[in-house]
């Protein structure tokens, strides 16, 4: 019986995360934390003798570095990895670079929890959550679910925003439980489908 696996993970600490700043399209790297958390990643996949026949990534450096780094883990250093900015962070538009706490002081808690995690609410000049949707979604029933349904094991190392839309449509969640939805850095999200592309089964291997 085909596994149908369908491997998530978002991208390690990266230097932008660390400072608290507001990322979205910015291109920072990993720290040593992030490079770490990648890493470890990587090795709780192995444990769980897992390998994958293709992996996708963004065209942002801190998810591509994530992707090679869980794959060295795995020995599959050479396998075919394709970059789509489909798969990029929320664009924060104008936030980016900003730092979170300095946004707070400046627009209060509740307006930059609305503009970080509400479904339907753009930051200024960036996307909302439904936007992100509106590109990662059809972006992953194109060219991601086919291979999975087929049998091939795919991994997505990608973004806390962009995988929070897409695990919105895999967790059946809605635009008032997404809020409280959080992706931890370096964290796989391990999930099998049925031949209806609904989930099966789906395993968060936290460190
Ligand atoms: O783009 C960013 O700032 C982070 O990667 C995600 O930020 P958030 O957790 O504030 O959405």
Known sequence: ???????????????WNLKNLFTGWKDPGLTEKGVAEATAAGQRLKALGLSFDIA?????????????LILEQLGQTGLQTVRDQALNERDYGDLSGLNKDDARAKWGEEQVH?????????????ESLKDTV????PYYCQEI????LRGERVLVAAHGNSLRALVMVLDR?????????????????????????TVASKQVLTA
Do not use: K
């Open 114 to 126: 609305v503009w970080r995690r509400s479904y339907d609410v753009s930051p200024p000049g960036g």
């Open 1 to 15: 019986m085909s596994e149908r696996l369908l491997v998530l993970v978002r991208h390690g600490q990266s230097d």
């Open 134 to 137: 509106a590109r990662v979604l």
């Open 145 to 148: 679910l086919p291979r999975v």
């Open 173 to 197: 969640l809605t635009p008032q439980t997404i809020p409280s939805m959080e992706l931890e850095t370096g964290v796989p999200l391990v999930y099998r489908l049925n031949a209806d592309s």
């Open 56 to 68: 996708f990534t963004s065209a942002l450096t801190r998810a591509q570095n994530t992707c090679s």
